[in-house]
């Protein structure tokens, strides 16, 4: 069985192949063709750190995610985050290989955030607003330098200096990256990929600005405000999880009648050209599943 480093992983999901791929898996799921349970979380005895496995079955491959997750690790040195997606074949369940697993996170959620983007962005995207300075800020420009080379990312960090650093370090060929100004132009697009507890964007919903939250991954968590969120279609990328998952959703109170997947609007039903939409994205092993489809087909 092969192993994939984080380098190597990278390497074999380039982002136009994993969007595409994305996009499949999400029809597949909701055809019933892949079988994706909720993810199974057991922290450790005394509460320091958990393990998480992440299951999925596909008529051509089997997946399994598992992570463990230390939050103090970043005081010895040591990732918070670390673990391996594995891969195997349906057929016989020949195992086949391993691709990093933090790397595999950050790619397939940039890149749910991109489908997002071509499915419901109204109109041609040259500016976006990115709000985070952290991991998924950093995957998230590599995905928007891979598929809109020429537009504009503006960064709003917790901090000016923050934000200048972040900046700074993570200019990228092919896109103007810089902090946000006061009085900016509209957005096409808006991104928040934050660990929030409290509202961070609650602009009236435009039909104009496509709104995506990928932080807010506990019902504890919040980034999206209710005046974005009352006005606006809802979609998740994934429903099964998204109750228990979507903080925004969650904290807003919304009716889960009410909040479509993605997959319905994959299929050619989409809300008005006058309709705002919000798009809550909390992954799920489906997309490490699709992943690991790229992989194999770029020959990992």
Same mark, same amino acid.
């Given at each position: 069985?092969?192993?994939?480093s984080?380098p190597?992983?990278?390497?074999?999901l380039?982002?136009?192949a994993?969007?595409?791929?994305l996009a499949?898996a999400?029809?597949?799921?909701?055809?019933g063709?892949?079988r994706?349970? !909720?993810?199974?979380?057991?922290?450790?005895?005394?509460q320091r750190?958990?393990?998480m496995?992440m299951? @999925?079955?596909?008529?051509?491959?089997?997946?399994?995610k598992?992570?463990?997750?230390f939050?103090?690790?970043t005081? &010895?040195?040591l990732?918070?985050?670390?673990?391996?997606?594995?891969?195997?074949?349906?057929?016989?369940g020949?195992?086949? %290989?391993?691709?990093d697993?933090?790397?595999?996170?950050?790619?397939?959620t940039?890149?749910?955030? *991109? *489908?997002?983007i071509?499915?419901?962005a109204?109109?041609?995207?040259?500016?976006?607003?990115?709000i +985070?300075?952290?991991?998924?800020?950093?995957?998230?420009?590599?995905?928007l330098?891979a598929?809109?080379?020429?537009?504009?990312?503006?960064?709003r960090g917790?901090?000016?200096?923050?934000?200048q650093a972040?900046?700074?370090?993570?200019?990228m060929p092919?896109l103007?990256?810089?902090p946000e100004q006061?009085d !900016?132009?509209? %957005?096409? #697009?808006?991104?928040?990929l934050t660990?929030?507890?409290?509202?961070?964007?609650? !602009?009236?919903?435009r039909a104009? @600005?496509?709104?995506i939250?990928? +932080?807010a991954?506990?019902?504890?968590m919040?980034?999206i405000?209710p005046?974005?969120?009352a +006005?606006?279609?809802?979609y998740v990328?994934?429903?099964v999880?998204?109750p228990? !998952?979507?903080?925004?959703?969650?904290q807003?109170g919304v009716?889960?009648?009410?909040? &479509?997947p993605?997959?319905?609007a994959?299929?050619?039903?989409l809300?008005?050209?006058?309709?705002?939409? %919000?798009?809550?994205? #909390?992954g @799920?092993?489906a997309w490490?599943?699709?992943? @690991?489809?790229?992989a194999?087909?770029?020959?990992?």
């Amino acid at each position: 069985m092969k192993q994939h480093s984080a380098p190597d992983t990278r390497s074999l999901l380039p982002f136009p192949a994993l969007i595409d791929a994305l996009a499949q898996a999400a029809l597949d799921t909701a055809a019933g063709q892949i079988r994706c349970p !909720e993810r199974t979380t057991i922290p450790t005895r005394d509460q320091r750190g958990a393990l998480m496995s992440m299951p @999925c079955v596909g008529d051509d491959i089997m997946v399994t995610k598992l992570l463990t997750l230390f939050a103090g690790n970043t005081a &010895h040195n040591l990732p918070t985050i670390q673990g391996q997606v594995i891969c195997a074949e349906a057929l016989a369940g020949r195992f086949l %290989f391993t691709l990093d697993g933090p790397t595999v996170t950050m790619r397939r959620t940039a890149a749910i955030s *991109l *489908l997002g983007i071509r499915t419901f962005a109204r109109g041609p995207v040259r500016r976006v607003l990115l709000i +985070g300075t952290g991991t998924q800020a950093i995957a998230h420009l590599q995905a928007l330098a891979a598929i809109y080379p020429g537009m504009t990312v503006v960064i709003r960090g917790r901090t000016p200096e923050r934000t200048q650093a972040f900046c700074a370090a993570h200019t990228m060929p092919g896109l103007n990256v810089r902090p946000e100004q006061a009085d !900016e132009d509209p %957005f096409d #697009v808006v991104l928040t990929l934050t660990a929030s507890t409290s509202v961070i964007y609650n !602009e009236p919903a435009r039909a104009s @600005c496509l709104v995506i939250g990928v +932080g807010a991954y506990r019902t504890d968590m919040v980034e999206i405000g209710p005046a974005t969120i009352a +006005g606006s279609t809802l979609y998740v990328d994934d429903p099964v999880g998204a109750p228990t !998952e979507a903080g925004d959703l969650y904290q807003a109170g919304v009716d889960w009648q009410h909040v &479509h997947p993605l997959a319905q609007a994959l299929q050619g039903r989409l809300p008005a050209p006058d309709q705002p939409v %919000f798009f809550k994205s #909390v992954g @799920c092993a489906a997309w490490d599943l699709a992943a @690991c489809r790229v992989a194999r087909q770029q020959g990992g």
